[in-house]
Structure formats: structure tokens, C-alpha cells
């Protein structure tokens, strides 16, 4: 079991950025792959950034390639999202999310325990 725990939303005008992270406690946080939703009202949950076990693979979606980047720590069992350059668009509330499973995937349905998530707005 593990229980994830999102901080770092808010409030921030467009081209500004924000940090999210992630605290993660329970079974070893090593073992898992990690990853970035989100959910705006009405829409469904997108996948926005995942990274593997040791750090060495990260998928991003057109939508945020080179202006997101996830990393993790894994000493201090935390993954971070750093937002940069944002857009009104990105408005939604991300949720962080774990995998145990082999392998590095971008789909909701891959991933098995998540957060409660962190609201992030951006206006315009």
C-alpha cells in the first residue's frame, strides 16, 4: 500500500510557474513508477508526465513537452512537477499517481494507488 499526498497548487498567472510534489509513505517508493494527471470540470483524466523507477525514462504529452519536467528523490520519497510557462489551459487539478507494475505507462488504468489531488489555476 502506498498513500500519496500532493501539495504545492495554487493560484498564478499565465507564463508563470509552479512546483507541485508529491510525498509518498508506506511500501518502498523505489519500486514504483511515477506519474502526473490531471482533470479539468467536465473532462476526463489526462496523463501529463511520468517518470520510472531510477529516473531514467520520463514521457511527457505534446501538450507539456518542454515546459514541464518530473523528477524524483527517492531518499526523501518524493516525485516533483515542475510547471513552467503556464497557460490558462493547464487549469485542473493534478493528481499524482503510482504504478507497481514492470514497465512505464501513460494510461489511467496502469496505475494503482493515487492522491487526492492539488488544485492549480492559471489565469490569463
Known amino acids: 500500500q502506498v498513500q500519496l499526498v500532493e501539495s504545492g497548487g495554487g493560484l498564478v498567472q499565465a507564463g508563470g510557474s509552479l512546483r507541485l510534489s508529491c510525498a509518498a509513505s508506506g511500501r518502498s517508493f523505489s519500486a514504483y513508477a511515477m506519474g502526473w494527471f490531471r482533470q479539468a470540470p467536465g473532462k476526463e483524466r489526462e496523463f501529463v508526465a511520468v517518470i520510472g523507477r531510477n529516473s531514467g525514462t520520463t514521457y511527457y504529452p505534446d501538450s507539456v513537452k518542454g515546459r514541464f519536467t518530473i523528477s524524483r528523490d527517492n531518499a526523501k520519497n518524493t516525485v516533483y512537477l515542475q510547471m513552467n510557462s503556464l497557460k490558462p489551459e493547464d487549469t485542473a487539478v493534478y493528481y499524482c499517481?503510482?504504478?507497481?507494475?514492470?514497465?512505464?505507462?501513460?494510461?489511467?488504468?496502469?496505475?494503482?494507488?493515487w492522491g487526492q489531488g492539488t488544485q492549480v489555476t492559471v489565469s490569463s
Open positions: 499517481a503510482a504504478r507497481g507494475g514492470i514497465g512505464v505507462v501513460t494510461l489511467v488504468r496502469g496505475f494503482d494507488y
